[in-house]
């Protein structure tokens, strides 16, 4: 049991296959990375909370347009952008969480809001969108949300289903960022943010903000944020899947993170992975595709970013 903190980010699972990734692409990737681990650690080493931290990292990630969240969403099929994002708080397992919503700069900001200013866990609409204006967040207007490298995945991606040969890749379909931590005091918390799956239908919802799902976190077990196939994510309820092994088999956070991922995620055809924290302050980043961007700061110990 470590008493320093720990944290770790990522920025999606299906990451540019090793082929397509020139060192320039590469490059940015960690410093980005890097850029957002140090605003997470600026909050921990201050003897701030998990729940701060988790929201300020994935704010930064939101920020950053190399990711598939906030600034940088990827387009519905009807090239509208349609964000989804959760938090959850590991110490009384209190969330928040916004589906379908474009405007704030800042979708998880408009989770926490949900979670600290409501009676409710999920919003949807101009529902969730009075709650943001109510607590004073930033909007932004559409073009804010626009990145050329997003909009011609969507063209491509329509036009190989206009042509029937949509595949399935993951590099051009996935994204989504998310941190989950631990705090000196020992919480957790997890934090979860997404455009979702490029060319979606309109109104579709994946796993990110669906609690227990994409996002979970309770100070028995662990914090943990999904990334990939959402529809897969939402079947197996993942996030709340490794908890349970956890709490009620005592399975470790490897074996059970690593269970959900190699065994039931890929035997129902699903790809991503993900990033879990137990409350011991011991973590694990398991995927099933090519890579996954993530990156992880132990407190006297390791900092790191990865990609495959
Ligand atoms: N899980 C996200 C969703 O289904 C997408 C992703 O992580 O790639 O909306």
Request: glycine share 12%; proline share 3%.
């Amino acid at each position: 049991m470590t008493t320093g903190y720990t944290l770790v980010i990522h920025g999606g699972a299906g990451v540019l296959p090793r082929d397509a990734m020139t060192p320039d692409a590469e490059a940015r990737y960690h410093d980005a990375l890097a850029r957002v681990l140090a605003v997470g650690e600026a909050v921990l080493a201050a003897d701030g909370s998990a729940l701060d931290a988790v929201e300020a990292t994935v704010c930064a990630l939101e920020d950053e347009p190399l990711f598939n969240a906030g600034r940088g969403a990827v387009f519905t099929r009807d090239g509208t952008h349609e964000m989804d994002a959760a938090i959850m708080d590991g110490r009384d397992r209190s969330a928040g969480a916004v589906a379908g919503i474009c405007g704030p700069r800042n979708p998880i900001r408009v989770a926490r809001a949900v979670m600290q200013h409501t009676d409710h866990v999920l919003m949807i609409g101009a529902g969730a969108h009075s709650v943001a204006s109510e607590a004073g967040l930033a909007f932004e207007e559409n073009t804010y949300f626009f990145t050329q490298a997003r909009w011609d995945s969507l063209q491509e991606t329509l036009d190989m289903e206009r042509a029937g040969t949509l595949d399935d890749d993951p590099s051009r379909r996935h994204g989504t960022v998310g941190a989950v931590a631990r705090d000196r005091k020992g919480a957790v918390a997890a934090a979860t943010s997404t455009g979702g799956m490029t060319a979606k239908r309109t109104g579709r919802v994946g796993d990110s903000p669906v609690i227990g799902a994409g996002t979970f976190a309770d100070n028995r077990s662990c914090a943990v944020s999904a990334t990939g196939d959402g529809e897969a994510f939402l079947r197996l309820a993942v996030a709340h899947e490794i908890d349970a092994r956890m709490r009620l088999a005592s399975a470790s956070l490897e074996k059970a993170a690593g269970g959900v991922v190699h065994d039931d995620l890929t035997a129902i055809g699903g790809s991503g992975g993900l990033i879990a924290v137990a409350a011991d302050g011991s973590f694990t980043t398991p995927f099933n595709c090519d890579g996954m961007y993530r990156g992880w700061s132990v407190e006297h110990g390791e900092r790191e970013t990865h990609i495959y």
